[in-house]
């Protein structure tokens, strides 16, 4: 049967066709190939098995997760997420995974990957922090007292100073070849100051305390914290990486112009910004995306490391703006749901926490490590509290929480790494150091606040008439 006249064409025309336009070149097709290519066609298909995308996916996929499953596990027993996080990253390294069976440590993540892993994880980083920039309120630092004034400073000068002073004692058993006392002091006493303000922000939230009285002290405290830490990090990098006493002020020159230029541009950005979301909007959005980069690549340039760059830059933008607001609600989930597990995967392959079972004597420095940053932090910010008034019970909630290290210490000791400032068991003792005062700040606060709770009580049945 013919086509009709709107273009019909019959069942076994059309097979006819199919067989002859499709079916038939595609097995010549096959033939040559076959003919041609002889015994390289199961070399091919076996490369194809190995290709490099589907090993990053996998790894990417099995990732997150181990990383969803832990943290949702520690967060049905009071824990932040990122403890869990933490700890999934840790056990997909050589502390685990490696020990049971190295060969699935090596199908699973093999080394071209992992160089794959560590770029991405990167640009987590970058992005995590740049959100953390941009969700400072600065604001928060008027009108708070004394009493935050003195706990910030305190909360960073005093773990600041048993940092160094425990850098006298490790430098001899734990720096690596050719760093000098210095940048290692210097970094060892930043590590100790860090407060994880967006973790810190997310128990307030659990624990109800976000819009007391208390959170907004706090807050205000490890905003102080964050912005000193960022600064004295980037004057620790300029220590370590510059190779002369001038090229450390040229280094901190740059640093202070390039934070300048951009605290210059807030109004232009502010207006900017301001746009709803139209055309304007969207284009903003992307000019926000691609000065994130530019920031972290210049500050890269000067010698302060990416992630400074984009702090600043986090910053200078205006919070309140709707683009702001849009890039947080965008590119937030697609950080913290899957870039940020790959940092804490990468940061769990470089700890290896069996080198602390090898040497005994590791183990005690290990404590001592935990030991120092407890009091630094915890007893700093509790002492401090108290000189300045505060009730018992009230200095020991702000002292457990501004002990909370997290994700950003973290990213801190990842620098350290990077440079090559910590030796691998050092750097494995502060990640443990991290996940053990990340994971006291919860129960500790709860515990001040039963005792503040039980002491409220005690006075309201004690007093006549009751």
Known sequence: MTATRTGRVSGTRTVVIYLSLVVLPAAAATALLIAVGGGRGRAMSIAATVHPYARLFLAIALIVVVCKAVGTLVAKVGQPAVVGE?????????TLLSSVS????????????????????????????????????????????????VVSHVSIAAPFLLGVLLAVAAFARFSPPGVGFLPFALFLGVALSITALPVLARILLDLGMYHQR????????ALVDDVTAWILLALVVAVATASSVLGVLVTIVLTAAFAGVLWALR????????????????????????????????TEWIGVHAIFGAFLFGLALPRESVVAKRVTSMIGG??????????????GLSTDLRLLGIDGSLWGWCVLVVAVAVLGKFGGAVLSARAMGAPARTAGQIGALMNCRGLTELVVLDVGRQLGILSPALFAILVLMTLVTTAMAVP???????????????????QPGC
């Open 444 to 462: 500790l606060v709860k515990l001040f606040r039963r005792g503040e709770q039980r002491d409220a009580l005690d006075i309201h049945l004690g």
């Open 102 to 149: 190295p060969a699935a440590r090596q199908w699973l993540i093999p080394d071209p990957t992992l160089a794959q892993l560590q770029v991405l994880a990167q640009i987590g980083v970058v992005l995590f922090v740049f959100l953390a920039g941009l969700e400072l309120d600065v604001a928060r630092l008027r009108g708070r007292g004394r009493l935050a004034l």
């Open 214 to 221: 208390i959170g907004a002290l706090v807050m205000t405290c």
């Open 86 to 94: 933490i700890a999934a990253g840790i056990l997909l390294g050589p």
């Open 267 to 298: 109004p232009a950005l502010g207006r900017l910004l301001g746009a709803d979301g139209g055309a304007g909007g969207r284009g903003a959005l992307h000019l926000v995306l691609v000065g994130v980069l530019v920031a972290a690549t210049c």
């Open 334 to 347: 697609v950080t913290k749901t899957l870039l940020l597990p790959l940092f804490f995967a990468i940061s």
